[in-house]
């Protein structure tokens, strides 16, 4: 599999606010993507985690069709308080919080939290770029958000080794045999762990991954809407 190891097109030591703060800006080599990171070893976990979301969109014709930037932050510019990281696509860029961050915002109630600080990061990171590609590849506005996190999530747990999703998440049901009618705003509000895992699960199953997400796209395949 091809590396997207940093590439050193730039490098060095931007000072930001009050304080000096040293930081690490280079371009991933194999996704078009400058990371701002507060370290080197940040930047190569960024440029990795990209990589592999981007090795399991390319294949369902989704990809980044310009560059983009990528921060490692303390604290979101971008999203609310309560997100781990954000994409905004009027400036291309996503914020991401930096792994000490993730762990003090994500609290103990979430599956995730059960992963390593590392593991979480680099999945916020593939879950983030899902978007990207998404904004770049297709007009996210014709799908809905249910659409749009189902393959957020299910990218988001496929960057991670599977024996760390099951130690987190427990046992991941049958993708095959979940209907549509899994997939609805509802449970991504109210039970967002339940709603990845079964994204997973479901990307995951053979007769699913791409074919599935190809059918979204072009409207073969919709999850049902709640509401009148
Ligand atoms: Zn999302």
Do not use: K, W
């Not at 990307?203 to 190809?214: L, N, T």
């Amino acid at each position: 599999m091809r590396g997207f190891r940093p590439l050193a097109l730039t490098f060095g030591l931007l000072l930001q606010g009050q304080g000096a703060v040293a930081q690490e800006s280079m371009t991933c080599d194999g996704a078009p993507i400058v990371v701002n990171a507060p370290s080197d070893q940040l930047v190569r976990q960024s440029c990795e985690a990209a990589g592999r979301a981007l090795a399991l969109l390319r294949p369902c014709g989704l990809d980044l069709g310009n560059t983009i930037s990528l921060a490692v932050v303390d604290t979101l510019s971008l999203g609310s308080d309560h997100c781990l990281g954000a994409y905004d696509c009027n400036a291309d860029r996503i914020e991401v919080l930096a792994p000490g961050s993730l762990s003090e915002t994500l609290g103990t109630g979430s599956a995730f939290a059960a992963l390593d600080e590392d593991m979480i990061f680099q999945s916020v990171v593939a879950h983030e770029v899902t978007h990207a590609a998404l904004t770049h590849t297709v007009r996210p506005a014709i799908l809905p958000v249910e659409a749009q996190e189902y393959l957020a999530y299910a990218v988001q747990l496929s960057v991670l080794p599977e024996t760390a999703v099951d130690a987190a998440f427990g046992p991941s049901p049958d993708g095959s045999a979940l209907d549509h009618g899994s997939f609805n705003v509802m449970i991504l509000m109210m039970a967002p762990d339940a709603y990845a895992l079964r994204a997973y699960a479901h990307f995951q199953a053979p007769e699913h991954g791409c074919a599935f997400v190809e059918g979204l796209i072009s409207g073969l395949y919709r999850f049902p809407q709640l509401g009148p």
